[in-house]
C-alpha cells in the first residue's frame, strides 16, 4: 500500500504549508481511492496521460461551448414565456447565419457546377 504523505499534525506555519500538506493528502486520498498505487511507473503515466487529456478535452468543450448553449436554452425559454424571439442576439441569430452561410456556399456550387456544365458543352 502507498505510503501516507509526511504531513506534520501541529498547525501549519503559513497558508501556504497549509496548502501544501492538503494537496498531497488529496493527492494521497485519489492514489487509494483509485488504485493508483498499484501501478507500476510507466502505467502510472499512462493513466495519468489518459486522465489530462479527459480533462482538458471536457475543459475545452465547456469554454466553446457552453455559452452558445446557454444563450440558447435562454432564447428558447424567452421564446416559451414571451412567444416571440428575444430581442437580444439569441441562438436564432447564430442559426439564421448558418443558414445563410449555408445558402451562399449551395449557390456558388450550383454556379461552379453550371460553368463546369457550359464548360464540358463547348468542348463537344
Not at 498547525?11 to 493527492?27: C, D, G, I, M, T
Not at 486522465?51 to 435562454?74: E, G, K
Not at 414565456?81 to 445563410?100: K, N, Q, R, V, Y
Request: charged share 20%; aromatic share 14%; proline share 5%.
Amino acid at each position: 500500500m502507498a505510503q501516507p504523505p509526511s504531513i506534520s499534525t501541529k498547525p501549519a506555519s503559513s497558508r501556504v504549508e497549509a496548502f501544501k500538506n492538503w494537496l498531497k493528502l488529496k493527492h494521497y486520498q485519489f492514489e487509494v481511492t483509485f488504485s493508483v498505487y498499484t501501478f507500476t511507473r510507466g502505467e502510472k503515466v499512462f493513466f495519468y496521460m489518459v486522465l489530462l487529456l479527459l480533462i482538458s478535452l471536457t475543459l475545452a468543450a465547456t469554454i466553446l461551448y457552453l455559452p452558445r448553449h446557454v444563450r440558447f436554452v435562454i432564447s428558447r425559454a424567452w421564446y416559451y414565456i414571451h412567444g416571440e424571439a428575444p430581442p437580444f442576439g439569441g441562438a436564432e441569430s447564430d442559426i439564421s447565419f448558418l443558414a445563410t452561410t449555408a445558402k451562399r456556399v449551395m449557390d456558388s456550387a450550383a454556379a461552379a457546377v453550371e460553368k463546369a456544365a457550359a464548360a464540358g458543352r463547348r468542348e463537344l
